[in-house]
Nanobody, 112 residues
Framework: QVQLVESGGGLVQPGGSLRLSCVAS????????MAWYRQAPGKPRELVAR???????NYADSVKGRFTISRENAKNTVYLQMNSLKPGDTAVYYC??????WGQGTQVTVSS
């Protein structure tokens, strides 16, 4: 079955950086689009970034120029490099795979 395991979250000061990782199994990773979503308390889950099998990416306007999604097919892993973090980026970040599959989430807190 599909399994997605996120890691890399934590507490960081405003302006800092984090890199999230999502290791996937149970499907043909190289052929699948992957995405990162986030959900802040009291808000709906929102798309942060998506990467297609060919490498095309798209981003939410709120993170363009600060976040970068990438993938390493040999490791079945998708990454989210987050730079210039703001308090508004505080949320649980989720990896999404095919057929609506989700990871368990990883908490990112941006605070001084």
């Amino acid at each position: 079955q599909v399994q997605l395991v996120e890691s890399g979250g934590g507490l960081v000061q405003p302006g800092g950086s984090l890199r999230l990782s999502c290791v996937a199994s149970g499907f043909t990773f190289s052929m699948s689009a992957m995405a990162w979503y986030r959900q802040a308390p009291g808000k709906p889950r929102e798309l942060v970034a998506r990467i297609f099998s060919g490498g095309t990416t798209n981003y939410a306007d709120s993170v363009k120029g600060r976040f970068t999604i990438s993938r390493e097919n040999a490791k079945n892993t998708v990454y989210l490099q987050m730079n210039s973090l703001k308090p508004g980026d505080t949320a649980v970040y989720y990896c999404q795979g095919p057929w609506g599959s989700w990871g368990q989430g990883t908490q990112v807190t941006v605070s001084s």
